[in-house]
C-alpha cells in the first residue's frame, strides 16, 4: 500500500492524520539514506521494544551480517508479520535507513520484502 | 484536489464501512447501553499510526503520517515554563535528536499521542483508557466524585480524571497532573517545568460522523500558557475484528540509551543468539 495516497484519501474524507511515535527518535540512523540489500535470514530477534532482523548478504567472497531494527511486535503483528513469519535461511530483500556510523552494517527497517512477495513498508 | 486520490477515497471508505461491520461495538456494557450513553468499550487504533490497519509501516520507518508535532500545533508558553522548554529544544537539536529516548510513563496530555493501541472499559461510574505503549491506565471517574486536595494528594503522570455525559459526548476534566509532563512535546520536562501546578485539561471524547473514536483537548494553565491551548483533534479507529490488546514492555531488551557524557541517543546493535559466523558487528558494542 502505497502511503501518499492514503494520506491524501484521508484528507479528503476530513480525518485528522495523527502522528506516530516509538520510544526514541532514530538519531543513531540516517534516516534520510537509504540502502537496499538482498540476502539470508540469519536470525530475528522478536522482541519489545523493537524486533531486530539479522540479515546475511553477500560481498564478493564474503558474507556480511545486516542487523536491522523494526518497530515492535506490537506494530509487526498488526502488519502480518508474526514471531514464526521469517526463518533463518529465508530469502528476502530490504530498504534501511544506514546507521550513521558506517563501521557498522546496521539500520532501521524502512521497508522489506518477505519470500512470497508481500512487503510491508513503503518501497521507494 | 489529486485526480488519483478520489477513487482512493471511495477505497477507504468502503474500507471504513467493512471494518465498523466486521468489528462493530464490542459486547457492550449492558448498563452503558440501558443509560443510552454511547458505547465506547473495546480495542482502538491511533489513526495514522503504525498500528492502523490502513497504514503500512515497518514500526522503524518515517512514514508520512509521521510529521509535525504530537498534537498538531504548539502552545504558548511563557515565563520559566517557556525558558524550560528552550532549554529541552536547544538540547535536543545539539544532539540531533527529536526527543529523549525513555521507557517512562508519558503521563498526560503526551499519552494520549501514544502509538499503539488504547483499549477502552466502560461501565457507568468509569471508563478506563489503557494503553500497550508504556502500559499506562488512565482512570476516569463518573460517580460524581471531585478532585482531591493537591495539599492531600501528590500529582501524578495520570493526574486525576471526573467525567460526565453531556448527550453522546463524555466530558473529561484532569487535573493535579505532575509537572514533568509537557504539552505538544514528546518526552519530559526533567526540570518538572513543563507546566504548572493548576494545569487543567478538558476533554470531548465521541464517536464522530466517521465511525472514529474522536477526542478533542483544551489545555487552561494560567501559570505556563498565554492563552488556552487547544489541541488538534485526535482519532482512532477500532480494531480489526480478531486483534487482542498486546503487552508492550519498554524496559525488556531495550537497546536505546543516551550518552551521559554527550546526551546523544545510542542505539546498540543486540548481542546474536545464534551466530552463524563471526559477528562483524562487534557483539552488543555501542555505536
Redesign the interface.
Given at each position: 500500500m502505497n502511503i501518499k495516497p492514503l494520506i491524501c484519501s484521508l484528507a479528503l474524507l476530513g480525518l485528522p492524520v495523527t502522528d506516530a511515535f516509538a520510544h526514541h527518535s532514530y538519531a543513531a540512523f540516517d534516516m534520510g539514506k537509504r540502502v537496499e540489500i538482498g540476502g539470508t535470514v540469519a536470525e530475528v530477534q522478536y522482541n519489545n521494544p523493537h524486533v531486530w532482523l539479522f540479515v546475511d548478504v553477500q560481498d564478493g567472497g564474503t558474507t556480511k551480517t545486516w542487523a536491522i531494527e523494526a518497530g515492535g511486535p506490537n506494530i509487526l503483528m498488526r502488519q502480518g508479520w508474526m514471531a514464526n513469519t521469517l526463518k533463518p535461511g529465508d530469502k528476502v530483500t530490504v530498504q534501511l535507513a544506514p546507521m550513521k556510523d558506517e563501521a557498522k552494517t546496521g539500520g532501521a527497517l524502512q521497508a522489506l520484502r518477505f519470500p512470497d512477495g508481500k512487503v510491508i513498508g513503503a518501497w521507494k | 484536489?489529486?485526480i488519483?486520490?478520489?477513487p482512493?477515497?471511495h477505497?477507504?471508505?468502503g474500507l471504513l464501512a467493512a471494518l465498523a461491520v466486521a468489528t462493530g461495538p464490542s459486547s457492550a456494557s449492558a448498563a452503558a447501553a440501558k443509560a443510552g450513553t454511547p458505547d465506547i468499550s473495546g480495542l482502538w487504533?491511533?489513526?495514522?499510526?503504525?498500528?492502523d490497519?490502513?497504514?503500512?509501516?515497518?514500526?522503524?520507518?518515517?512514514?508520512?503520517?509521521?510529521?509535525?508535532?504530537?498534537f498538531?500545533s504548539l502552545p504558548e508558553l511563557k515565563g520559566v515554563y517557556l525558558d524550560s522548554y528552550k532549554k529541552r529544544t536547544a538540547a535536543l537539536a545539539a544532539?540531533?535528536?527529536?526527543?529523549?529516548?525513555?521507557?517512562k510513563v508519558l503521563g498526560m496530555p503526551t499519552n494520549m499521542?501514544?502509538?499503539?493501541?488504547v483499549e477502552i472499559m466502560q461501565t457507568p461510574t468509569q471508563v478506563n483508557w489503557a494503553q500497550?505503549?508504556?502500559r499506562e491506565t488512565r482512570r476516569i471517574y463518573l460517580d460524581g466524585r471531585a478532585h482531591p486536595n493537591p495539599e492531600e494528594a501528590p500529582p501524578t503522570f495520570e493526574g486525576h480524571s471526573v467525567a460526565h455525559w453531556e448527550g453522546k459526548v463524555l466530558v473529561v476534566e484532569t487535573a493535579n497532573i505532575r509537572q514533568e509532563t509537557t504539552l505538544g512535546e514528546?518526552g519530559h520536562a526533567d526540570d518538572a517545568l513543563g507546566h504548572g501546578p493548576r494545569m487543567v485539561i478538558k476533554e470531548r471524547i465521541f464517536i464522530n460522523d466517521?465511525g472514529?473514536l474522536q477526542v478533542d483537548g483544551r489545555v487552561e494553565d494560567p501559570d505556563a500558557l498565554v492563552k488556552p491551548w487547544q489541541w488538534?483533534?485526535?482519532?482512532f479507529r477500532r480494531a480489526p475484528k480478531g486483534?487482542e490488546f498486546?503487552?508492550?514492555?519498554?524496559e525488556?531488551?531495550?537497546?536505546?540509551s543516551i550518552d551521559a557524557a554527550t546526551g546523544?541517543?545510542?542505539?546498540t546493535?543486540?548481542e546474536?543468539?545464534?551466530?552463524?559466523?563471526p559477528?562483524?558487528?562487534k557483539k552488543g558494542e555501542a555505536?
Amino acid at each position: 500500500m502505497n502511503i501518499k495516497p492514503l494520506i491524501c484519501s484521508l484528507a479528503l474524507l476530513g480525518l485528522p492524520v495523527t502522528d506516530a511515535f516509538a520510544h526514541h527518535s532514530y538519531a543513531a540512523f540516517d534516516m534520510g539514506k537509504r540502502v537496499e540489500i538482498g540476502g539470508t535470514v540469519a536470525e530475528v530477534q522478536y522482541n519489545n521494544p523493537h524486533v531486530w532482523l539479522f540479515v546475511d548478504v553477500q560481498d564478493g567472497g564474503t558474507t556480511k551480517t545486516w542487523a536491522i531494527e523494526a518497530g515492535g511486535p506490537n506494530i509487526l503483528m498488526r502488519q502480518g508479520w508474526m514471531a514464526n513469519t521469517l526463518k533463518p535461511g529465508d530469502k528476502v530483500t530490504v530498504q534501511l535507513a544506514p546507521m550513521k556510523d558506517e563501521a557498522k552494517t546496521g539500520g532501521a527497517l524502512q521497508a522489506l520484502r518477505f519470500p512470497d512477495g508481500k512487503v510491508i513498508g513503503a518501497w521507494k | 484536489m489529486h485526480i488519483k486520490a478520489i477513487p482512493l477515497a471511495h477505497v477507504v471508505i468502503g474500507l471504513l464501512a467493512a471494518l465498523a461491520v466486521a468489528t462493530g461495538p464490542s459486547s457492550a456494557s449492558a448498563a452503558a447501553a440501558k443509560a443510552g450513553t454511547p458505547d465506547i468499550s473495546g480495542l482502538w487504533m491511533p489513526v495514522g499510526s503504525s498500528v492502523d490497519p490502513l497504514v503500512n509501516s515497518t514500526g522503524a520507518d518515517n512514514p508520512d503520517t509521521n510529521v509535525g508535532p504530537p498534537f498538531g500545533s504548539l502552545p504558548e508558553l511563557k515565563g520559566v515554563y517557556l525558558d524550560s522548554y528552550k532549554k529541552r529544544t536547544a538540547a535536543l537539536a545539539a544532539t540531533g535528536s527529536e526527543f529523549k529516548t525513555s521507557c517512562k510513563v508519558l503521563g498526560m496530555p503526551t499519552n494520549m499521542v501514544g502509538p499503539y493501541a488504547v483499549e477502552i472499559m466502560q461501565t457507568p461510574t468509569q471508563v478506563n483508557w489503557a494503553q500497550e505503549f508504556l502500559r499506562e491506565t488512565r482512570r476516569i471517574y463518573l460517580d460524581g466524585r471531585a478532585h482531591p486536595n493537591p495539599e492531600e494528594a501528590p500529582p501524578t503522570f495520570e493526574g486525576h480524571s471526573v467525567a460526565h455525559w453531556e448527550g453522546k459526548v463524555l466530558v473529561v476534566e484532569t487535573a493535579n497532573i505532575r509537572q514533568e509532563t509537557t504539552l505538544g512535546e514528546y518526552g519530559h520536562a526533567d526540570d518538572a517545568l513543563g507546566h504548572g501546578p493548576r494545569m487543567v485539561i478538558k476533554e470531548r471524547i465521541f464517536i464522530n460522523d466517521q465511525g472514529l473514536l474522536q477526542v478533542d483537548g483544551r489545555v487552561e494553565d494560567p501559570d505556563a500558557l498565554v492563552k488556552p491551548w487547544q489541541w488538534k483533534s485526535l482519532t482512532f479507529r477500532r480494531a480489526p475484528k480478531g486483534v487482542e490488546f498486546m503487552e508492550f514492555v519498554c524496559e525488556d531488551n531495550n537497546n536505546e540509551s543516551i550518552d551521559a557524557a554527550t546526551g546523544a541517543e545510542v542505539t546498540t546493535i543486540p548481542e546474536r543468539r545464534t551466530p552463524s559466523q563471526p559477528d562483524n558487528n562487534k557483539k552488543g558494542e555501542a555505536k
